[in-house]
Nanobody
Framework: QVQLVESGGGLVQTGGSLRLSCAAS????????MGWFRQAPGKEREFVAA??????????GYADSFEGRFTISRDDTKNAVYLQMNSLKPEDTAVYYC????????????????????WGQGTQVTVSS
């Protein structure tokens, strides 16, 4: 049974940092895209970042709003993906979800919710002003 478990969320002040982790289990995910999405109250779930590795090549993709502030990484020996979030703003307050895309081709990074097959339960990030 596939399971994704996020951790690392919490309350932080504006300008602070958090590192989210996602531990995957139930199968090996090294060949799949692993990504992060977020959903703020009253808003649709949106793409944050995703990462894929093929041999020695790593491909990443970020939504424009986060590039430069957020960094995604993965450790396939641990079946884990991470999201380092710096310079956090109150508008970053949301539930952050880990997700897996099994079907992306080559080194492509897809950004639509419907492209992702497995989802975690989410971790709350709250940024105070």
């Amino acid at each position: 049974q596939v399971q994704l478990v996020e951790s690392g969320g919490g309350l932080v002040q504006t300008g602070g940092s958090l590192r989210l982790s996602c531990a995957a289990s139930g199968r090996t995910f090294s060949s799949y895209v692993m990504g992060w999405f977020r959903q703020a109250p009253g808003k649709e779930r949106e793409f944050v970042a995703a990462i894929r590795r093929s041999g020695i090549i790593t491909a990443t993709g970020y939504a424009d709003s986060f590039e430069g502030r957020f960094t995604i990484s993965r450790d396939d020996t641990k079946n884990a993906v991470y999201l380092q979030m710096n310079s956090l703003k109150p508008e970053d307050t949301a539930v952050y979800y880990c997700a897996v895309d099994r079907s992306a081709v080559g080194l492509s990074i897809r950004r639509r919710v419907e492209n992702y097959d497995y989802w975690g339960q989410g971790t709350q990030v709250t940024v105070s002003s």
